[in-house]
């Protein structure tokens, strides 16, 4: 897990307390005025800052990219809905390649993305684990969904073989 949001939520705690504690100090003196403005824009902004943060640590969906590689551990589809104006969204599961922290991301509703998944998932149940790879779409036509599209493919992730015994 990258430790950066974590250092930050701690700081957006801490330096607002700082800025109080610097202010309840000096009681019976009259406190500067910068000081106090300080205080009152700064506070909102810390917690503004502190909502943002924890968007980003372990558990919440990320919206971020993804990897270009990674496992695939699951996932969760949930199709667009015309009537209710929901356009949808993936939820998958991941870890990278070679690490053990897992993380979820969140990615728009995609036809292909649906059915790759579908097919990975059933590789899954057969017990074969699945390894993601984001590769650029190619630039076809304009109806596509934009210049800007990734696909995702998976393949099935190649075992170690057992050592041998002695």
Do not use: C
Not at 29 to 47: M, S
């Amino acid at each position: 897990m990258n430790a950066l949001p974590t250092i930050a939520v701690t700081l957006i705690y801490l330096v607002p307390l700082a800025l109080l504690a610097l202010l309840l100090s000096g009681r019976g003196q009259r406190q500067p005025v910068w000081l106090l403005t300080l205080i009152l824009i700064a506070l909102p902004i810390f917690y503004i800052g502190n909502y943002l943060m924890l968007q980003e640590l372990r558990g919440w969906p990320s919206s971020a990219e993804l990897p270009d590689r990674f496992r695939l551990l699951a996932f969760d589809i949930t199709e667009p809905d015309q009537k209710a104006a929901e356009p949808g969204r993936i939820l998958l599961w991941i870890e990278l390649v070679g690490e053990r922290d897992s993380r979820v991301y969140a990615q728009p509703y995609r036809k292909q993305l649906h059915e790759a998944l579908v097919a990975a998932g059933k590789r899954q149940e057969q017990g074969r684990q699945q390894i993601g790879s984001k590769t650029p779409a190619e630039r076809t036509s304009s109806a596509t969904g934009g210049q800007g599209e990734q696909i995702i493919r998976f393949e099935d992730a190649i075992s170690k073989p057992l050592p041998a015994k002695n």
